[in-house]
């Protein structure tokens, strides 16, 4: 991290992350350089509360908006319209977040759907888990795994190299960011915005971390 640092100060003159003054004391230890990887912040069972410590641990974050909506509404001084907007974030390479944002005018909306994407960032697994590929590579997910959100389930299988994102486009937005380039998909269940199968994606995603996969059961002591 220190590296990438430096070579952005060289960059810019002036990193903002400097004048970051870190209000939680995840911040702080992150800002001084004593966490400085996500798996730590999960086994601390720290919960994110600033942005910029997505930030420090992952300056090459992309994102992409997953949905929008404009919602309206009645209120006591007239029709009120707000956008709805669903953005993920992740770097390719184990971690992905999701989150929504909403405010009358479209870019506060995107900013307040990217921060709270970062503050619900979370690892994930890749690999190629494909009998028919097996090439050990990580192009593809190490099993089968199945995420939920409201109404709506989605299956995520491993596929073989040159499959290619078997799944709609909510679902390939998804996938690229998370670094996957093959998998095969059912998505189940009816949802009015596409907001819910961007999160189930997610879901299923995060399984892969949540659970072990078998080859790595006697190492943990799980099969002990
Ligand atoms: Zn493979």
Redesign the pocket.
């Known amino acids: 991290m220190s590296k990438r640092r430096k070579r952005r100060r060289s960059r810019q003159d002036r990193n903002p992350l400097d004048d970051w003054d870190p209000k939680t004391h995840l911040g702080h230890m992150v800002k001084e350089g004593h966490i400085s990887s996500l798996e730590a912040i999960i086994e601390e069972n720290y919960n994110i509360r600033e942005s910029e410590i997505v930030d420090v641990l992952f300056p090459d974050l992309r994102q992409e908006i997953v949905d929008v909506s404009l919602v309206q509404r009645q209120s006591d001084s007239g029709q009120q319209k707000s956008f709805r907007i669903t953005v993920v974030v992740g770097n390719g390479e184990g971690v992905i977040g999701i989150g929504i944002g909403k405010a009358p005018e479209f870019v506060p909306a995107i900013r307040s759907a990217e921060t709270r994407a970062k503050l619900n960032l979370t690892m994930f697994r890749r690999g190629?888990g494909?009998w028919e590929?097996?090439?050990?590579?990580e192009?593809?997910l190490p099993f089968q795994v199945q995420g939920h959100a409201g109404s709506v389930s989605v299956t995520l299988r491993?596929a073989?190299?040159g499959t290619g994102l078997v799944t709609a486009d909510v679902g390939k937005t998804v996938l690229r960011i998370a670094g996957i380039k093959?998998v095969w998909s059912i998505r189940k269940g009816r949802s009015r915005t596409s907001s819910n199968f961007g999160k189930a994606f997610v879901d299923a995603l995060v399984q892969t971390f949540k659970m072990l996969p078998p080859q790595e059961w006697s190492m943990s002591g799980v099969g002990e």
Do not use: N
Not at 133 to 137: A, F, L, Q, Y
């Open positions: 190629c494909s590929c097996r090439c050990g590579e192009h593809s491993p073989p190299k093959d």
